[in-house]
């Protein structure tokens, strides 16, 4: 049959769902190609999970350990600051950041989840504690280090800052893949 296009070529029908099929895969890997790895806080001591409490989306709403689960509100980004060598957490369902509360530089003070800014009081160094896969974290802003009150084991026991204690396994994480989104 010829062609009503002069010089032009007739694609055959078997091959349109090929390449039908080709372009989904092609956008599903654009698509994908934008997703970031997502991780839960754990801690080495309590192996529980950081999340802001209860779940909350709220502004200064205070961060606390839970039981690990599959819930967003457990899931945080690990975000590197450009041009530094800092990291800010961004909690997945809240899009905030962890803060040590009214950037105190206090023992005690507890960690909450603020504006992510590029400000020192979102911004976290990291530590890695080699051979183990375990980390430590210090705000750039007061130079203490993310703990738990109390070194508790509890669930809901409130993310502190404090000065550094190197053997204290409440000052250990681990950060826990949860998967790209």
């Not at 010089?7 to 934008?34: E, F, M, N, Q, Y």
């Not at 950081?50 to 039981?67: R, Y």
């Not at 457990?74 to 809240?94: I, P």
């Amino acid at each position: 049959m010829p062609s009503s296009i002069s010089g032009a070529k007739r694609i055959p029908r078997v091959l349109l769902p090929a390449a039908a099929l080709a372009l989904v895969v092609a956008l599903s890997a654009t698509a994908s190609a934008s997703a970031r790895p997502a991780y839960r806080v754990v801690n080495d001591s309590s192996d529980r999970a950081l999340m802001p409490k209860n779940g909350s989306n709220a502004w200064g709403a205070t961060i606390v350990q839970e039981n690990r689960a599959p819930v967003v509100s457990q899931m945080w980004y690990l975000e590197r600051v450009r041009f530094t060598n800092t990291w800010r957490f961004r909690n997945r369902q809240s899009n905030l950041c962890i803060h040590p509360s009214d950037w105190s530089g206090l023992n005690g003070s507890r960690l909450l989840q603020a504006t992510c800014s590029n400000g020192s009081e979102a911004r976290w160094y990291r530590y890695d504690l080699a051979p183990t896969p375990k980390w430590r974290f210090q705000s750039v802003r007061t130079y203490k280090f993310m703990d738990i009150a109390g070194g508790s084991s509890a669930a809901g026991a409130d993310a502190i800052q404090n000065d550094e204690y190197a053997v204290d396994p409440s000052q250990r994480w681990l950060l826990e893949y949860a998967g790209d989104f």
